[in-house]
């Protein structure tokens, strides 16, 4: 088994009224957030997945089921803490995580520190340890023309 391993996650979720939007375990000042079972936070979910698959482990999905009425409003980062939990057990540390935000708005960054800081957290990081970026894909497709967001992620795990 390799001492190094890539994990890559990927999320979307649609922008609906009525909703909080969470990014990176923020609560913004938005008009409209993520859908979702849990606070529907693509960027924790992507990096969950992402440290998921670098361990070799099943899919958020699959630990999280959105049938489960446990995480009806779950926070995504004490998602990702469990998630993460359970990299370590199978024999796996954090090197680094980069997690990318596509979509038109919000602005991430006034939040990015605050949103690093939170995903370090929840994997026992340094906040150096986690990159928290945006794009947009100039008005193209679904995050282009404001109907959700979507999140990508890749995480670096070495074996303890």
């Known amino acids: 088994m390799a001492d190094v391993r890539v994990g890559i996650g990927v999320d979307a979720h649609a922008l609906e009224d009525g909703v909080p939007l969470v ?8 008009p409209r957030g993520l859908a979702g079972h849990s606070d529907g936070d693509v960027l924790a979910h ?68 605050a949103m690093r800081a939170n995903l370090a957290a929840a994997l026992d990081a340094d906040a150096a340890q986690v990159a928290v970026r945006a794009t947009t894909t100039d008005r ?12 990508q992620a890749v995480a670096l795990l070495r074996r303890r």
Do not use: C, K, M, W
Not at 140 to 151: K, Q
């Open 140 to 151: 193209l497709g679904f995050t282009g023309r404001g109907e959700g967001l979507a999140a």
């Open 23 to 30: 990014l990176g375990g923020v609560a913004l000042d938005h």
């Open 46 to 113: 992507a990096l969950t997945d992402a440290i998921l698959g670098a361990a070799g482990l099943e899919d958020i999905g699959a630990l999280f089921p959105s049938d489960d009425e446990r995480f009806r409003g779950a926070s995504s980062v004490e998602l990702l803490r469990e998630a993460y939990r359970q990299v370590r057990e199978a024999g796996y540390e954090l090197v680094n995580a980069d997690v990318v935000l596509i979509g038109e708005e919000p602005r991430l960054a006034p939040h990015r520190d």
